[in-house]
């Protein structure tokens, strides 16, 4: 019989208080990839914890939680997969420069779909995975 693995996103998984999110960004361990920068630290909890922040370049209230979800989403199903013991906080900020008020019909920057944040996601994390294991040796 196999055993069924949880797939919830409990409240001890989650980054919230200040000094964590400045406890992981001042480790300065991170990697960038288009408008996502995913930042690592080790815990000593033995179990991946996430925190998401998006800043308010990347659109209104609503673009803004869509991001927050969506990145909450991606850490819940693969938060399995993704080494333990580690803190990891994820910011979005915007990729492109800001369309000027003379060219606003111009090409808006399409919403990110879940499966572009999931692939970026885990490629980033496999980045930082080696990238911790280098710095502890």
């Known amino acids: 019989m196999r055993k069924l693995i949880s797939l919830s996103f409990?409240?001890?998984?989650?980054?919230?208080?200040?000094?964590?999110f400045r406890r992981v960004l001042s480790?300065?361990?991170?990697v960038c990839k288009g408008m996502m920068r995913l930042y690592a630290a080790p815990n000593s909890l033995g179990?991946?914890?996430?925190?998401?922040s998006v800043s308010k370049a990347?659109?209104?209230?609503?673009?803004?939680?869509?991001?927050?979800?969506?990145?909450?989403?991606?850490?819940?199903?693969?938060?399995?997969?993704?080494?333990?013991?580690?803190?990891?906080i994820l910011i979005f900020t915007r990729k492109k420069p800001k369309i000027s008020p003379k060219n606003q019909n111009a090409e808006r920057q399409p919403q990110p779909q879940y499966k572009d944040i999931e692939r970026d996601f885990l490629a980033m994390v496999q980045v930082l995975e080696r990238k911790l294991r280098v710095r502890s040796s």
């Open 27 to 30: 480790y300065k361990c991170f």
């Open 47 to 52: 179990s991946p914890r996430f925190g998401v």
């Open 58 to 88: 990347c659109g209104n209230a609503v673009m803004r939680n869509r991001l927050k979800r969506l990145g909450r989403e991606v850490f819940r199903l693969h938060q399995h997969e993704i080494g333990a013991g580690f803190d990891y």
């Open 10 to 20: 409990r409240k001890s998984q989650r980054i919230v208080s200040e000094g964590d």
